[in-house]
């Protein structure tokens, strides 16, 4: 590796963790009362070094959407990818997109903020992202079709609005779920429920 490949990677490396810092502290105290001060502190680096990565806080918190749905796209991709029969692929990749995504949010007290200030500053990173999982997801579902493993002949929907009413669904669940075990536990019942209507 390049001198400047390993530059690249080290700093990359470094954003990566002020990342997870920054969702444990936010979680913590909520997106208005963290400070860019909090975040530097709890990552071990100094403020100027922080704003030289960040431009400000509204700045680090878009870029924590783009780094966790990347990661939980990556790791929904990882579960399809993996050896078993397509019900436990499909619904391991969704709860683990789920767990990766959302849960960090669910089990804060201050959830429901987190959730608005990330309609408003990261929403593009949302569409972006759920395009992306509904893209992934009806691909699996369009193969696991042709394969005989599922049938859409004894339903009004396509593969596409299938996954597209699931995540509408399981969305329904974020504000209702006690905690996240429960978030979990309802999820996969959903998923449950949907992949039985196809199964043949």
Same mark, same amino acid.
């Given at each position: 590796?390049?001198? *400047?490949? $390993?530059? *690249?990677?080290?700093?990359? =490396?470094?954003?990566?963790?002020?990342?997870?810092?920054?969702? &444990? %502290?936010?979680? $913590?105290?909520?997106?208005?009362?963290?400070?860019?001060?909090?975040? =530097? $502190?709890?990552?071990? #680096?100094?403020?100027?070094?922080?704003? /030289?990565?960040?431009?400000?806080? &509204?700045? /680090?918190?878009?870029?924590?959407? %783009?780094? /966790?749905?990347? /990661?939980? @796209?990556?790791?929904?991709?990882? =579960?399809?990818?993996?050896?078993?029969?397509?019900?436990?692929?499909?619904?391991? +990749?969704?709860?683990?997109? @789920?767990? *990766?995504?959302?849960?960090?949010? #669910?089990?804060?007290?201050?959830?429901?903020?987190?959730?608005?200030?990330? @309609?408003?500053? +990261?929403?593009?990173?949302?569409?972006?992202?759920?395009?992306?999982?509904?893209?992934?997801?009806?691909?699996?579902?369009?193969?696991?079709?042709?394969?005989?493993? %599922?049938?859409?002949?004894?339903?009004?929907?396509?593969?596409?609005?299938?996954?597209?009413?699931?995540?509408?669904?399981?969305?329904?669940?974020?504000?209702?779920?006690?905690?996240?075990?429960?978030?979990?536990?309802?999820?996969?019942?959903? %998923? &449950? #429920?949907?992949?039985?209507?196809?199964?043949?």
């Amino acid at each position: 590796m390049s001198k *400047t490949k $390993q530059i *690249t990677a080290r700093a990359e =490396a470094k954003k990566v963790g002020v990342h997870q810092v920054a969702l &444990e %502290v936010f979680a $913590q105290y909520g997106f208005r009362r963290t400070t860019m001060n909090d975040i =530097a $502190q709890a990552a071990g #680096i100094s403020r100027p070094a922080l704003y /030289l990565m960040f431009e400000n806080k &509204e700045h /680090l918190f878009h870029e924590l959407a %783009v780094y /966790l749905l990347d /990661l939980a @796209l990556e790791r929904a991709r990882t =579960a399809l990818a993996s050896d078993g029969v397509f019900e436990e692929r499909f619904t391991e +990749a969704l709860l683990v997109y @789920l767990k *990766t995504y959302y849960e960090p949010v #669910i089990t804060s007290p201050h959830g429901e903020e987190l959730m608005d200030t990330n @309609l408003s500053l +990261a929403a593009d990173v949302m569409m972006d992202g759920y395009g992306k999982l509904v893209n992934t997801l009806t691909k699996e579902v369009k193969e696991a079709e042709k394969q005989g493993a %599922v049938s859409f002949a004894d339903t009004s929907l396509k593969p596409k609005p299938f996954v597209e009413l699931l995540l509408a669904s399981v969305n329904g669940l974020k504000k209702k779920a006690k905690s996240a075990a429960d978030f979990r536990k309802r999820s996969k019942q959903l %998923v &449950e #429920i949907f992949l039985r209507a196809i199964s043949r």
